[in-house]
């Protein structure tokens, strides 16, 4: 399964390579925290059972028209939620976490607010492919679930779309970047209900070359 994954991530970055051949590409990175929860696609916001993480990786922006580009990315980020279960009659808080290595590939329209110099504002869209990485299925005290909790060996990846939009800072030979984003995902998930779907809101600054 995960190789068909990788193949499948491998061939969507390859598609970008006939685009505008001899355009200025720039690359990117990015770093920043990533706020996620699962729960049904419906619901946008979970406050009470949100976590926290680190989330970063590279990107590439490829000129396509004179304000869009295409923009492929590889990014770590970890997704999950905490929640309360029952155990031999106690209830017990615990935090379900899945560890992605996510592509996603989209389109970017930048308006700039000036002169060359100046900052400019950017907004994407497009969709995302995952592969998991690891999960990690623990209770507050740091104990992990019993085996009849969890479903070992969990391996499905996660498909969904990316919304954003930041601003670009060039400070001397370089540009600072400040992206915030809303992922979606639309995947079926292991050891959840059936309706539930990750969702994270990140926030992240970088550097483009």
Same mark, same amino acid.
Do not use: W
């Given at each position: ?7 499948i991530i491998t061939a969507l970055l390859a598609s970008i390579a006939p685009?505008?051949?001899?355009a200025q590409f720039a690359i990117g990175t990015r770093h920043g925290i990533?706020?996620?929860? $699962? ?130 800072l060039p400070v001397n030979k370089v540009k600072i970047q400040l992206d915030?984003?809303?992922? $979606? ?25």
């Amino acid at each position: 399964m995960k190789t068909k994954h990788l193949i499948i991530i491998t061939a969507l970055l390859a598609s970008i390579a006939p685009f505008k051949a001899g355009a200025q590409f720039a690359i990117g990175t990015r770093h920043g925290i990533a706020i996620s929860t $699962l729960s049904k696609p419906g619901d946008l916001y979970d406050n009470d059972n949100l976590t926290t993480s680190y989330t970063g990786g590279l990107f590439v922006t490829i000129p396509m028209a004179k304000k869009l580009s295409l923009q492929p990315e590889i990014n770590n980020i970890c997704k999950g939620r905490r929640d309360e279960i029952d155990l031999s009659g106690n209830s017990q808080e615990t935090t379900y976490t899945y560890d992605y290595l996510q592509i996603p590939i989209m389109a970017r329209y930048t308006m700039g607010l000036g002169s060359n110099m100046k900052p400019s504002l950017f907004f994407n869209a497009g969709p995302y492919s995952s592969l998991l990485l690891k999960t990690d299925n623990h209770l507050s005290n740091g104990d992990e679930l019993p085996a009849s909790q969890v479903k070992k060996d969990s391996n499905t990846p996660d498909f969904g779309i990316v919304l954003g939009g930041g601003i670009i800072l060039p400070v001397n030979k370089v540009k600072i970047q400040l992206d915030l984003r809303y992922d $979606l995902g639309l995947t079926k998930l292991d050891n959840q209900p059936s309706d539930y779907r990750t969702k994270s809101l990140s926030l992240a600054a970088g550097i483009m070359f």
